[in-house]
């Protein structure tokens, strides 16, 4: 009855659709304001100019226009009558015209003269590091001093409050997400390759802030969907030209190889970019990324299948392209394009795609200490030997479409389609002990398996302005499909002991074909309404529909037919999930002078409609009703400091891989089922940040925090057997082994922090960036039918020295620390504390301007870990290199990786029933040489580009006051 009444209410929603548009176009008067911005002295045309059309009677803005590259700007939608014109851009003086616009097309152009006041201090702005500008923090990249083959990351990582964390980039505590040059998309949401494949030449200026979703950007009302993005303003000459590299190595022992490229071709506004790499040395510069969910999570090379690990089809759902390093050592391939432009004869359709191909093998082994919570007085521990190998191909290929229809109505269409295949083998060996060291159980398992899987999207944003100033219609449609199918299997043989050590024999030997597919559609239509000068309010409707089929059979060996002939009904499955979600809700924003807030309410209604096919039918349908409350505050406290806090409830839905009811016996000792009876869960989300910036001092200082709570938390329910014991109604669990099913506890929330500050210290020409942290997270667990919440406290910090000095001379210092302490209730024995510290040091010097030396080193320190796993770790790594060719474009490198032989990989993990340490396979030293040619083909007559960055929705954007 329910799935039935969705064509009547798509109905009255077309219905609506269709009367809204009518009116809108019924209400149209076209009215436009056009014009040029350009140099007094030198007649460039000049980019990102703000303008600014404020109201005569009390100069607050009605419209914000910035001009393009052609210096062109165009502001439609006003009423007719008298305004003031602004127009700011950075190192200009400030213009202000009165001008009488009539309805129809009227233009007016601005030459701007550069500020004086500016040219009375030119020598002292050389000094200005970082300026914040509202929500926008940007750094001159020209107080940074680098060497001349450094990158983009090179260069951030010198600027305070930006650190780099594991491969991760990050802002203010949050991590980098989008990178944009120039205000155009670069390598889609893949920030490591932006910054990693640009040279730190072409920066002038770097731009940080928090990038609104296309629909926020429009009707300037947060919905939630920031994101941390980094824009990467180009020097003048800098972005016209072809600039990059290509190079090649070869390596001992075990020949050894590198080879790649990464070439730029910038043309006014078309931007072309190429990236490639193939090599053995485990360089993942396009790693493995899980869009699909085929290698499993953040860990897929750990995907190891003992006891409670995380094995199979994990389930990761990220769709950015950056991913963690895999463990193991990885052969790689990849190639990467990038492309932006604007199209058409007004340059009305802004255009960004980037495609990626990625093939990797990694060969991976590790050891493993776990220990389990089990009981008030002693728990379980487990030992394993693990190796697997990988290989894994995927195709992904986005685009967005930015198009102007007229000075009222634009569309955004954004296709997204990926495509993976995986294929791996493992082997694993383990061992469970009691707390009195006596063997539980013993297991020998071999497992394969071979998945492929389609992920594709297509977004349609159409956005629509009325006459009326700040009254806007925009509607936006999303669909999906996704499919994952592949087969699987397992030789295992298990050893089980009971209380008088006598032993007992269980052999595997089984098939399984999987396969699920999906597809979906959601929607969200917004009206905003200006209620005064001050206030707006919006309205909106956000429908979801969507359907997850799984199906999965699993046939065991039989010796007769010898085949995979008899199908295990108790580990098959067939089963079907419709989720339908509707919400409305409206959002009130007030914005004058120094404050700006939004108070918000929604409404959520969510059925999942639940369906078992086979081997038994069974229905189950759950309905969730939400009332979902929003909040934001900014005060800005000066141009150069202000303070954000915000707040948002939200749900989640569980995904099909935790409601399919079908028993995952990939490791014996480990089995595990999804839950048809999984509960939405609930969440609320706090945040904030300050953040202040001295520029006479060059210094910043930043502080982010945030915390999370959760209602019906999805966690994990597991069952240690203690005895042999049923589970899931007919599944014989042996003593030791283990049940694992997701739950709905709860009690979950989590809190953390950063404080980052950035000063320079100018007579000894060096950049200080000191950051300190703290996160407590509650993670509930349900243990044998008991509730375990593992407590886990963080602490840790950093400090790094960078030089100034020249561009000859370039180096890096730092030291972090890392302490975490677990706490498990279930568990009364001594806490689990451990520490983590790292130094590292990284040294570039070129002599007499041809002769460069580098070297990097680092300790890592690691104690309170299990036996085995407390170890220092010193990886030192150098190399020579010579420059020839006049323009020294080409260089001939010795590099030695690891001179001491002393790499390694440790990790500890922790979850709600155990904790663990895992130590993985590295590659340890050897010899390279590389040779390297650098293209640098820069135009001279491309105008200076002096971006205050994208014009931004939300609390910075159409909605708000003139910088």
Do not use: C
């Not at 799935?3 to 209400?27: D, G, N, W």
């Not at 100069?59 to 210096?71: F, P, Q, W």
């Not at 569980?654 to 595990?672: A, H, K, R």
């Amino acid at each position: 009855m329910q799935i039935r009444f969705i064509p009547e209410v798509l109905k009255q929603l077309l219905q609506v659709i269709l009367l809204t548009v009518l009116f809108a176009f019924s209400s149209y008067s076209q009215t436009q304001l056009s014009g040029k911005i350009t140099d007094k002295q030198t007649g460039e045309f000049l980019m990102d100019a703000r303008i600014s059309l404020l109201s005569i009677s009390d100069s607050s803005v009605v419209k914000v226009a910035v001009s393009d590259e052609s210096g062109e700007y165009t502001i439609a939608g006003y009423e007719p009558g008298a305004y003031l014109l602004k127009v700011t851009s950075l190192e200009y003086a400030d213009q202000f015209k009165r001008v009488e616009l009539p309805a129809g097309n009227t233009k007016v152009d601005f030459i701007l003269k550069t500020d004086t006041k500016l040219d009375e201090v030119t020598i002292e702005a050389k000094s200005v590091r970082v300026e914040q500008k509202g929500d926008t923090t940007q750094y001159n990249a020209d107080a940074y001093k680098t060497n001349p083959d450094a990158t983009v990351q090179d260069l951030i990582t010198k600027m305070p409050g930006i650190t780099l964390e594991n491969g991760v980039v990050k802002a203010q505590g949050e991590q980098i997400t989008k990178v944009m040059i120039d205000g155009q998309e670069f390598f889609g949401d893949d920030a490591a390759a932006a910054l990693k494949n640009l040279p730190a030449e072409i920066v002038a200026k770097i731009q940080v802030y928090d990038q609104a979703s296309d629909q926020a950007k429009f009707t300037g009302i947060s919905d939630g969907n920031e994101a941390k993005a980094l824009n990467i303003v180009t020097k003048a000459g800098k972005n016209q030209g072809q600039f990059g590299k290509i190079y090649a190595g070869y390596g001992t022992p075990n020949n050894l190889y590198m080879a790649g490229a990464n070439v730029n071709f910038f043309k006014g506004t078309r931007r072309f970019s190429i990236v490639g790499m193939s090599n053995n040395v485990n360089q993942q510069n396009f790693s493995t990324d899980d869009i699909l969910g085929v290698t499993g999570s953040t860990a897929s090379t750990q995907g190891r299948g003992g006891p409670g690990g995380r094995g199979g089809m994990g389930g990761g759902d990220n769709e950015n392209y950056l991913v963690s390093q895999q463990n193991g050592v990885s052969t790689s391939h990849g190639l990467g394009l990038n492309y932006s432009d604007k199209w058409g004869k007004s340059k009305t359709t802004k255009v960004t795609g980037s495609y990626f191909f990625n093939a990797s093998r990694t060969d991976n082994s590790q050891l493993t200490g776990r220990s389990y919570v089990l009981s008030t007085t002693a728990g379980q521990n487990y030992d394993e030997d693990f190796s697997a190998i990988l290989k894994n191909a995927n195709h992904r290929l986005n685009f967005k479409f930015d198009i102007a229809l007229d000075s009222m109505n634009s569309l955004v269409i954004t296709p997204k389609v990926s495509y993976q295949g995986s294929n791996r083998t493992q082997g694993t060996n383990g061992t469970t002990v009691d707390g009195n060291s006596a063997l539980i159980n013993q297991i020998n398992n071999q497992t394969f398996s071979d998945n492929r899987g389609l992920n594709a999207s297509t977004s349609v944003l159409w956005r629509h302005r009325f006459v009326k100033p700040r009254r806007t219609f925009s509607a936006n449609l999303t669909g999906t499909y996704t499919l994952k199918e592949g087969s699987s299997g397992q030789e295992s043989r298990s050893r089980y002991y009971d209380e008088f050590n006598n032993d007992s024999l269980a052999s595997i030997n089984q098939n399984s074909n999987n396969q699920t597919n999906g597809y979906g559609v959601n929607g969200r239509f917004s009206f905003t309404e200006p209620l005064s000068k001050w206030w707006s309010s919006e309205f909106f409707y956000a429908p979801a529909y969507s359907v997850s089929n799984a199906d999965k059979r699993t046939y065991d060996f039989d010796n007769v037919t010898n085949s995979y002939y008899f199908m295990d009904t108790t580990l098959s499955n067939v089963f079907n999930n419709q989720t339908i979600v509707q919400e409305g809700g409206t959002n009130f924003r007030f914005q004058k002078n120094k404050v700006s807030f939004q108070l918000g309410l929604s409404y959520q209604n969510s059925m999942l409609m639940n369906v078992q096919q086979f081997p038994t039918d069974r229905d189950t349908n759950l309905s969730f009703n939400s009332i979902l409350p929003n909040a934001r505050f900014k005060y800005e406290f000066s141009k150069s400091k202000s303070f954000m806090l915000g707040y948002r409830a939200g749900t989640r839905n569980p995904t099909i891989d935790q409601l399919q009811n079908v028993i995952d016996n990939s490791n014996p000792l480990s089995l595990s089922s999804g839950n048809p009876n999984l509960k939405q869960q609930y969440n609320h989300r706090l945040f904030g940040r300050f953040n202040s910036t001295n520029m006479n001092k060059a210094t910043n200082f930043n502080v982010f925090f945030g915390g999370e709570a959760n209602s019906n938390y999805i966690s994990n329910g597991t069952i240690i057997a203690t005895s042999d014991t049923v589970v899931n109604g007919n599944v014989v669990l042996q003593r030791g082994a283990q049940f694992r099913q997701p739950v709905n506890l709860d009690g979950s929330w989590n809190a953390r922090t950063t404080v980052s500050y950035g000063i320079p210290l100018t007579k000894l020409k060096l950049n200080m960036n000191f950051y300190v942290g703290g996160a407590y997270t509650v993670a509930p667990g349900l243990i044998n039918n008991v509730v375990n919440k593992a407590k886990t406290t963080n602490a840790n910090g950093g400090l790094t020295v960078s030089s100034n000095i020249s561009e000859k001379i370039d180096f890096t210092v730092g030291y972090t620390l890392n302490y975490n302490n677990v706490v498990n209730t279930r568990q009364n024995v001594a806490k689990n504390e451990y520490f983590v510290h790292n130094v590292s040091a990284r040294f570039n010097w070129i002599i007499k301007e041809r002769l460069v030396i580098n070297s990097t080193y680092s300790v890592n320190a690691y104690a309170g870990l299990g036996s085995g796993f407390n170890q220092t770790i010193m990886l030192w790594n150098g190399g020579i290199g010579y420059k020839l060719l006049k323009q020294k474009q080409l260089e001939l490198r010795v590099s030695v990786f690891d001179i001491l032989n002393n790499n390694n990989s440790i990790s500890r993990n922790v979850t709600e029933s155990y904790i663990e340490d895992v130590q993985s396979n590295v590659l340890n030293r050897y010899f390279m040489f590389t040779v390297t040619y650098n293209i640098r083909n820069f135009g001279t007559k491309a105008p200076e580009t002096k971006a205050e960055k994208p014009q931004e929705g939300g609390f910075g954007g159409p909605f708000g006051p003139p910088h």
